[in-house]
Nanobody, 116 residues
Framework: QVQVAESGGGLVQAGGSLSVSCVAS????????MGWYRQARGNQRELVAT???????NYADSVKGRFTISRGNAKNTVSLQMNSLKPEDTAVYLC??????????WGQGTQVTVSS
């Protein structure tokens, strides 16, 4: 089993920056992919950014150039640096660790609120 826990988030004014981090603990020793997703109230969950074991990254068009995903040296941590935040970035941000296409684990999420 793998436990996933996010940290960071909070309230920031538009144009500001915020960072969220996530750590996976448990029996898994490597992950095929790690990623951040978000879900705003009343909306479906959407992909924000992912990073694979080869360090290749993928971003949603809405966050390209503003957000940066990175992995920690321990390979069981992933962070998301968010700059130039907009009110529409307000959402619960969830972390996902994928072991393979059949097994993935989610965190509980952390709230990010951007005020105008």
């Amino acid at each position: 089993q793998v436990q996933v826990a996010e940290s960071g988030g909070g309230l920031v004014q538009a144009g500001g920056s915020l960072s969220v981090s996530c750590v996976a603990s448990g029996t898994a020793t490597s992950f095929q992919e790690m990623g951040w997703y978000r879900q705003a109230r009343g909306n479906q969950r959407e992909l924000v950014a992912t990073i694979k074991s080869d360090d290749s990254t993928n971003y949603a068009d809405s966050v390209k150039g503003r957000f940066t995903i990175s992995r920690g040296n321990a390979k069981n941590t992933v962070s998301l640096q968010m700059n130039s935040l907009k009110p529409e970035d307000t959402a619960v941000y969830l972390c996902r660790f994928q072991i393979n296409i059949f097994r993935a684990y989610w965190g509980q999420g952390t709230q990010v609120t951007v005020s105008s």
